[in-house]
């Protein structure tokens, strides 16, 4: 009896990698034939794709980071609306990330979004090096912080040359991210238990090339832009994203390509279409009965979100009667979209987290103009490279994270990646609220010594805030991409649009840490103005802001971890849940 239980179990281990192997011919080589193991894909592909991600980053960050100071000194326009126009822009970037997303999963596929979309990108940093560079393009120059009653603000031409370069990097960075992290993971079978341990390598070599890109951008590209101008600086960002996109096509010869499935929202709308539709049917006691649960292959119903099993309903007892997909759906699409519903929650909890991420990139930066940024007699660091301190300190933690930390946590956890995504998540979410903390702290310090002293504190009293967050950064971003990414496991043909969502959370944080500015000045106005409604950080009480936000970043903690223990397993097939069977 033993030895039977063994056999059938060990055929049905053999069934599920026999269609593993299957699955892995859908992925076709740049002239559309079925992909060689050997000639395509793993990390030698990967590798090309992260050229192309540590030159768009480098390229998209010296913009985004000393944008702000560009928009101050060079536009015109005050304190708090040159910060919403800086997370405006970097919050549509992440929101047309959606859109990338959708493209390449139903119509164009991960390369050639990533292609079209690169050149529009490319076309943004030349205009902007352009207005930049004529005079005509921008108002009159004058000191914003010593007269800036009577500097002129951009408007008319001038701001919509301004705001077309800008918007058009970001439709073509927003639709490039997802799937530059996408096309990468598609390089490695999620099937074959080697090429899945290497994924989460991947995870974290991609994190250590946007950690490079972000490196180069804060401290040389920054540095050209202070020194050359900001139109040699924007040229140059021209130039590392040509790079990036030489990066791609050299490696076409090697990728895997998973073309693409057609609408990938249809099926969504499907289920619940004929959920509504047969909202009052009565689902039948045994799942079984359920159309599309006699196929092993099909996911195994759950009984989390019961009310749209009646998709699954037929109705008519002969099996010669045929509804409408819009009517009738299987067990396998109601599954997905109780995976796409249950991840809501995860994807919601870290929208206050890249709001913290936003103050490192407009107030935090303004904070360093207000210190004393002198390194030597004759050498100044310029604020916005105060960003590159936690990407020093990455490039030697994430290999070390990952050839040290990642096989000692294996053993100990049986976890792939060393310890599970949403455990990483949640960590880096703690680690956030000690870096604003330290953010409160230091703001604190600089203020007081500035309004009762005069004294100018260092530069490097900022430190500590930018490495602890990080640190937190590393653990929640590739946190978040790993778990989503991990999905499209069960949610085939949506790995790009997957991935977006990630980005999506950028996006509502950039957007949410513009409303709160907002917000704070007019609940926090009087005679004196509110905390944040000034050009002078002496004057402005940017410390009680930090600490607002690192209130709301503890209880955003707590939330978390109240959704990452309701979140279930990552659901099995039949012939999977088989093979396990002792």
């Known amino acids: 009896m033993e030895g039977t239980r063994q056999n059938t179990k060990a055929q049905s281990t053999w069934q599920v990698m026999t269609s593993a192997q299957e699955k892995d011919t859908a992925t076709v080589d740049w002239r559309g034939s079925a992909c060689n193991p050997n000639k395509h894909g793993g990390m030698r592909a990967a590798l090309f794709v992260l050229g192309l991600q540590a030159f768009e980053i480098m390229a998209i960050a010296a913009v985004g980071n000393n944008l702000i100071t560009y928009v101050i000194n060079e536009m015109h326009y005050s304190l708090s609306k ?32 990533m292609l079209i979309f690169g050149f529009l990108e490319l076309s943004g940093f030349i205009l902007l090096s352009i207005q930049a560079h004529i005079p005509q393009l921008k108002p009159p120059k004058c000191n914003m912080l010593s007269d800036a009653s009577h500097c002129i603000e951009a408007k008319g031409f001038k701001a919509l040359i301004f705001f077309l370069a800008l918007y058009l990097v970001a439709l073509g960075s927003g639709c490039v991210k997802p799937n530059m992290i996408a096309h990468g993971a598609d390089q490695f079978n999620q099937n ?3 090429q899945s341990k290497k994924l989460s390598t991947y995870f974290n070599a991609a994190y250590f090339a946007f950690s490079v890109g972000e490196l180069v951008a804060l401290t040389l590209l920054v540095w050209v832009q202070t020194h050359a101008g900001m139109d040699v600086g924007f040229g140059v960002s021209a130039a590392a994203m040509a790079m990036g996109l030489i990066c791609l096509v050299s490696g076409t010869l090697y990728y895997r390509n998973k073309p ?9 709308a499907q289920v619940f279409v004929a959920a509504i539709l047969k909202r009052k049917q009565i689902c039948p006691s045994n799942p079984q009965m359920l159309h599309g649960s006699e196929n092993t292959s099909n996911l195994l119903h759950t009984k989390r979100f019961s009310f ?11 099996n010669d009667i045929e509804e409408s997909p819009w009517r009738l759906c299987t067990v396998t699409q109601v599954e997905q979209v109780k995976i796409l519903i249950s991840v809501i929650p995860i994807f919601a909890c870290t929208i206050v987290f890249n709001t913290i991420l936003a103050q490192l990139q407009t107030f935090s930066v303004q904070q360093g103009s207000a210190m004393d940024t002198k390194l030597t007699k004759s050498f100044h660091i310029p604020p916005a490279s105060l960003q590159s301190i936690p990407y020093i300190m990455l490039i030697l933690v994430v290999p070390l994270y990952d050839k040290l930390f990642v096989p000692f946590a294996r053993k100990m956890t049986g976890q792939e990646s ?11 979410l703690f680690v956030a609220t000690i870096s604003m903390i330290s953010a409160a702290l230091m703001e604190k310090k600089r203020r007081d010594a500035a309004v009762d002293s005069g004294k100018i504190v260092s530069i490097f009293w900022i430190t500590p805030q930018f490495l602890i967050f990080g640190l937190s950064e590393m653990l929640t971003a590739v946190g978040l991409i790993e778990f989503f990414y991990k999905q499209s496991k069960s949610l085939k043909g949506m790995q790009a649009f997957l991935t977006a969502i990630t980005y999506c959370s950028y996006s509502f944080g950039f957007y949410l840490s513009s409303v709160l500015v907002s917000l704070v000045n007019k609940m926090t106005s009087s005679s004196n103005g509110g905390w944040l409604s000034n050009n002078d950080l002496n004057k402005d009480r940017l410390d009680l802001f930090y600490w607002l936000l690192a209130a709301l970043s503890f209880l955003n903690f707590l939330n978390y971890l109240f959704w990452a223990r309701w979140y279930p397993f990552l659901p099995k097939t039949a012939e999977e849940h088989e093979a396990n069977i002792p």
Request: a positive charge.
């Open 82 to 113: 040159s910060a919403n126009i800086v997370t405006n822009f970097v919050g549509t970037i992440f929101l047309l990330a959606l859109f990338g997303g959708y493209l390449s999963d139903s119509f164009l596929g991960s390369f050639w979004t």
């Open 192 to 194: 074959n238990p080697n």
């Open 260 to 268: 693409p499935q057609g609408s990938i929202l249809n099926p969504i």
């Open 308 to 318: 749209l099993d009646k998709a699954c309903i037929k109705i008519g007892h002969g």
């Open 418 to 428: 060393g310890i599970s995504p949403l455990q990483r998540i949640g960590l880096g």
